[in-house]
Antibody, heavy 116, light 110 residues
C-alpha cells in the first residue's frame, strides 16, 4: 500500500541542525511532489515546504533560509535539512504526498525537540 | 499577512448536521484555491477527507461533503457520529507551490 515514513527526529540544542527523512513506498515516488508539515503541541498544522517531482522547492516564510529540502528518487526519499533551530521549531513533523493540489497520504510523523 | 480562518469550535448532536467554513482575510475563497479538508484526532496524523473543493478522498463516507458557500469553502458533516469528534483543518493552494492551512476547528459530538 502507499506509505510514507518519517525518520530523524530527536532532541537538538538551539542553534543546532537536524536532518529528517521521508521514505515513500507503494507508488512511483519520482512522479510526485512531497510536502512537509509540522504541528507544535496543542497547535494547528503549519505547511512548511514542498518539493516537486522535478526537485523544485518552495518554503514558508517561517523557515525560508533555515530549512532546505532535497530528494533522492533512486532511494525514494525526501530529506528536510533544518539549520539554526529555535525553540519554536519544536513540533511533530509530517511529510505528505501531493496529488491534485492536496496531501493525499501522510506519514505518522517524527518529533523534533529543540531544547538546551 | 494572509490568514486562513476557521471557527475555533463547534458542537453537534449525534445525528445532526454541522457546517465548518474556511475563509481568507485577503480574498474570497473559490475553487481556484483548491480547498482541501483534513481530520485529525489527538496523537494521530491527519486524514484526508476532501480535495479540490468537493471530491471525497478514497474511503471517506458520503456524510462528509465539501462546497463553496458564499466567499468561503465549507465542510458539512451530515448525520454526525461520535467518532467524528476531531479537529478539522482546511488547506488552500495559494499559487506558486505554496499552501496555507486554516486555524482549525474542534468539533465535539454530544
Amino acid at each position: 500500500q502507499v506509505q510514507l515514513v518519517e525518520t530523524g527526529g530527536g532532541v537538538v540544542q538551539p542553534g543546532g541542525s537536524l536532518r529528517l527523512s521521508c521514505a515513500g513506498s507503494g507508488f512511483t515516488f519520482s512522479r510526485y511532489g512531497i510536502h512537509w508539515v509540522r504541528q507544535a503541541a496543542g497547535k494547528g498544522l503549519e505547511w512548511l515546504s514542498f518539493i516537486r517531482y522535478d526537485g523544485n522547492d518552495v518554503y514558508a516564510v517561517s523557515v525560508r533560509g533555515r530549512f532546505s529540502v532535497s530528494r533522492d528518487n533512486s532511494e525514494n526519499t525526501v530529506s528536510l535539512q533544518m539549520n539554526n533551530l529555535r525553540a519554536e521549531d519544536t513540533a511533530v513533523y509530517y511529510c505528505g504526498k501531493d496529488d491534485a493540489y492536496h496531501m493525499d497520504v501522510w506519514g505518522k510523523g517524527t518529533t523534533v525537540t529543540v531544547s538546551s | 499577512q494572509t490568514v486562513v480562518t476557521q471557527e475555533p469550535s463547534f458542537s453537534v448532536s449525534p445525528g445532526g448536521t454541522v457546517t465548518l467554513t474556511c475563509g481568507l482575510n485577503s480574498d474570497s475563497v473559490s475553487t481556484n484555491y483548491h480547498p482541501s479538508w483534513y481530520q485529525q484526532t489527538p496523537g494521530q496524523a491527519p486524514r484526508t477527507l476532501i480535495y479540490n473543493t468537493n471530491v471525497r478522498s478514497s474511503g471517506v463516507p458520503d456524510r462528509f461533503s465539501g462546497s463553496i458557500l458564499g466567499d468561503k469553502a465549507a465542510l458539512t458533516i451530515t448525520g454526525a457520529r461520535a467518532d467524528d469528534e476531531s479537529d478539522y483543518y482546511c488547506a488552500l493552494y495559494m499559487g506558486g507551490d505554496i499552501w496555507l492551512f486554516g486555524t482549525g476547528t474542534k468539533v465535539t459530538v454530544l
